[in-house]
Structure formats: structure tokens, C-alpha cells
């Protein structure tokens, strides 16, 4: 079944803990990304990749890092999480060549007390 | 001004009601999507358009690319309809392409 899977779902953690969000596709898609939600603001991108060792920064980058070092994994890295990085995650992924149907991991709600 | 726009916001329906949500949006696009999400609950893709309509169930999706619109219908709603429905475009331009700009959604609620 093809679809994009994130761990965890669920993840309360203390300002400061350096922590992972890991995002995973099994379609061989060279477009993956992040993206927060937040109440009003909507989905805003965080970091997106075009490929394998190919990232670049999205609309609200700082205090994230992605890497992509292999093309079906694009995890999600708070170095020193802070509480208004609390927020609902999500990590989408399609292929660049031609018009194709988006694929979104199931979300991650990330609570930084 | 946000590249895309959704109305209404917030829309309550009676069960059984035909419903229409707007998107409108500002740049080129090689593509629109309409996503669907449930409270709690993840990101659904429903529609992707480059051109047209298309149909699925009771879902309509109608594309414009001239005036840079899309509607997305719902016929004979029903409450498990209840959800955020989403615009998102993606880009043509420059190094971005690819790229989702998403609308910031309509909450739709659908009364018994």
C-alpha cells in the first residue's frame, strides 16, 4: 500500500530535549516535505527536499534541520525544541515529474513544555 | 494578500444539503489539490486537478484555470462529511516548483 508514515504520533517532551520526528515513503518519490499546523495559521512549510542530499528552507525553518540521505526517509530534527514549536506535524510526499496525487503522513502532535 | 484564498471559512449544512467551497488563488499552478481532515485525524488527499472536473462519489471538483478558481462540491451531504477541507496549489515557477501553497481551510459541519 503506498503511504507515507510518521513516527510518532504523540510526543510530549521538555524544552531543550533534542528530539527526531522520522517520516518514511514507500513510493520512490523525489519530493518530500514538513510542514506545521497550527490553529489560524494553516499548514505552513518547514523544509522541503527534491532529492536525495537536496534540502532547502520553507517558510518557518528555524529551529529545525532536516537531512535526506537516502531517498524514502526525510526525518525531522529539533536540535533544542522550545515551547512554540508545539504544533500539529506533517510530513506529504509526490513526484516532481508530471501532475500527481500528494500523500501525507498521519501527523505528529508535538506538545514542548 | 495570501496566494490562496478560501471561502467560506466556517459553513454549517443540514444533512442532505448540496454544499460548494471556493478556492481562488494568484500564481501559476501546475496543479490544484483539495485535501480533507478530519478532527484529530490526518491529511486525505480527495482531488488533484490540472484542468476540468472530475468526480468522485458525491465529491465534485471543478477547476477554472483562466480566472483561478476551483469549487469543490458535495451532494446529498452527510454528517460524516464533517471535516476541514483544504485548498493547496502547487507551484510552476522557478526553483519552488512543486511546492504546496495551501489555502487555510473551511471547516465544514454537517447537521443530522
Known amino acids: 500500500e503506498a503511504q507515507v508514515t510518521q513516527n510518532p504520533r504523540y510526543l510530549i517532551t521538555v524544552t531543550g530535549k533534542k528530539l527526531t520526528v522520522t517520516c518514511s515513503q514507500n513510493?520512490?518519490?523525489?519530493?518530500m516535505s514538513w510542514y506545521r499546523q497550527d490553529p489560524g495559521l494553516g499548514l505552513r512549510q518547514i523544509y522541503y527536499s527534491m532529492n536525495v542530499e537536496v534540502t532547502d528552507k520553507g517558510d518557518v525553518p528555524e529551529g529545525y534541520k532536516v537531512s535526506r540521505k537516502e531517498k524514502r526517509n526525510f526525518p525531522l530534527i529539533l536540535e533544542s525544541p522550545s515551547p512554540n514549536q508545539t504544533s500539529l506535524y506533517f510530513c506529504?510526499?509526490?513526484?516532481?515529474?508530471?501532475?500527481?496525487?500528494?500523500?501525507f503522513g498521519q501527523g505528529t502532535r508535538l506538545t514542548v513544555v | 494578500k495570501n496566494e490562496v484564498e478560501q471561502s467560506p471559512q466556517n459553513l454549517t449544512a443540514q444533512e442532505g444539503e448540496f454544499i460548494t467551497i471556493n478556492c481562488s488563488y494568484s500564481?501559476?499552478?501546475?496543479?490544484l489539490h483539495w485535501l480533507q481532515q478530519h478532527p484529530g485525524g490526518g491529511i486525505v488527499s480527495l482531488f488533484m486537478l490540472s484542468s476540468g472536473k472530475k468526480k468522485h462519489g458525491r465529491l465534485i471538483a471543478t477547476i477554472n484555470i483562466q480566472e483561478k478558481h476551483s469549487s469543490l462540491h458535495i451532494t446529498a451531504s452527510h454528517p460524516r462529511d464533517s471535516a476541514v477541507y483544504i485548498c493547496a496549489v502547487r507551484g510552476n515557477y522557478g526553483g519552488s516548483q512543486g511546492n504546496l501553497i495551501f489555502g487555510k481551510g473551511t471547516k465544514l459541519s454537517v447537521k443530522p
Open positions: 506529504a510526499s509526490f513526484r516532481l515529474r508530471g501532475n500527481t496525487e500528494a500523500f
Open positions: 500564481v501559476g499552478i501546475s496543479a
Open positions: 513510493m520512490n518519490h523525489e519530493y
